[in-house]
C-alpha cells in the first residue's frame, strides 16, 4: 500500500478549475476539482506543468494553500513580470480551465495538529501560502495549539489573505510593512531584523516549532535571528524561493 500511494503522488493528472480569487493586485488563488487526490498534509507542495501548441513545457512548484479538510485543492499563485507561468495563472486562466499537476510533494515543511507547538511562523511575501494550509487545518481540528505569524509584505496592498488571517481565532497575527504603509498604520515598519524577531517570537524557553517561508534573505535573516535568539536548529524548519520565484 506504500509503495502504491508513492506512485501515485508522481503522477500527472488534470484539475478543472472552479474558482478564482483575486487576492492582490498581483496574487491569485486558483481552486481546483482534482477527482483523484489522495489527500495532503499542510505546507506540502505541487508541480504544475503547461504545455504549449508546439510542445514547449513549462513547470513550477506551488505551495498548497488549502487545508486537508478543504473541499478544492487550492493555490495561490503571484504573477512575476518575468515569469513564464504565474502570468498565465494568476491573469489568463479562467473557470472551467484545466491544469495538469501532481503531488502532493514534500514531507519536511509540514505541520498538522498532531505535531503540537507552540508554532512560530515568518512569512515574507507569497511565503504566507502554506501558513494559510496550516492555519485552516488547526481550525478545521479545532486545535488550541498556540500560533505566532510575522508577515513581511512591501506594502499594505500585497498582504494576501488579509482579512482572513485576521479572522482566525487565537493566532496571533503581526505584520511588518518594508516599503510603504498607510498614514494610520500602527504596525511595524521596517525589514526583518533580530530586535523585530526577539520582539515577536515565543522564547527559546517554549521550545516553538519554527516555519520560515519567503525570499532567500528573509529566510535567511529570520532563521540566523532564532538561533541567536537561543532556539534549537533542529526545530527550525525553512522553505525558500529565490528573488524570482521562478515564475
Known amino acids: ?7 501515485r503522488r508522481l503522477i500527472w493528472q488534470l484539475g478543472t478549475v472552479v474558482e478564482l480569487v483575486d487576492e492582490t493586485a498581483d496574487a491569485r488563488s486558483i481552486a ?21 501548441d508546439d510542445g514547449y513545457q513549462a513547470q513550477r512548484s506551488y505551495s498548497i494553500a488549502s ?7 487550492v493555490l495561490t499563485v503571484e504573477r512575476l513580470p518575468d515569469g513564464e507561468v504565474s502570468p498565465y495563472l494568476a491573469g489568463d486562466l479562467g473557470v472551467g480551465d484545466q491544469l495538469e499537476l501532481r503531488g502532493p510533494i514534500g514531507g519536511y515543511f509540514v505541520w498538522d495538529t498532531g505535531a503540537g507547538g507552540p508554532v512560530q511562523l515568518f512569512a515574507g511575501g507569497s511565503g504566507v501560502v502554506p ?3 496550516m492555519l485552516r487545518h488547526r481550525a478545521a481540528a479545532k486545535s488550541t495549539v498556540p500560533v505566532r505569524l510575522l508577515y513581511s509584505a512591501k506594502r499594505l496592498g500585497d498582504v ?9 481565532d487565537e493566532v496571533d497575527v503581526r505584520f511588518t510593512l518594508t516599503r510603504e504603509w498607510p498614514d494610520d498604520w500602527d504596525g511595524y515598519r521596517r525589514r526583518l531584523d533580530p530586535e523585530l524577531v526577539g ?6 524557553a517554549e521550545r516553538p516549532l519554527v516555519y520560515i517561508c519567503g525570499p532567500t534573505g528573509f529566510v535567511e535573516a529570520a532563521a540566523e535571528a532564532m538561533v ?20
Do not use: C, N
Not at 494576501?160 to 482566525?168: G, K, P, S
Not at 520582539?199 to 527559546?204: F, K, L, R, Y
Open 1 to 7: 500500500m506504500a509503495g502504491t500511494a508513492v506512485r
Open 32 to 52: 481546483l476539482e482534482l477527482p483523484d487526490w489522495a489527500g495532503h498534509r499542510p505546507g506540502q507542495h505541487v508541480d504544475v506543468r503547461l504545455t504549449a
Open 160 to 168: 494576501i489573505y488579509r482579512d482572513e488571517l485576521a479572522a482566525f
Open 131 to 133: 501558513f494559510r494550509a
Open 228 to 247: 541567536q535568539l537561543g532556539h534549537d536548529p533542529a526545530r527550525i524548519k525553512t522553505e525558500r524561493f529565490g528573488p524570482s520565484g521562478g515564475g
Open 67 to 73: 487545508a486537508p479538510e478543504d473541499d478544492h485543492l
Open 199 to 204: 520582539e515577536v517570537a515565543w522564547p527559546s
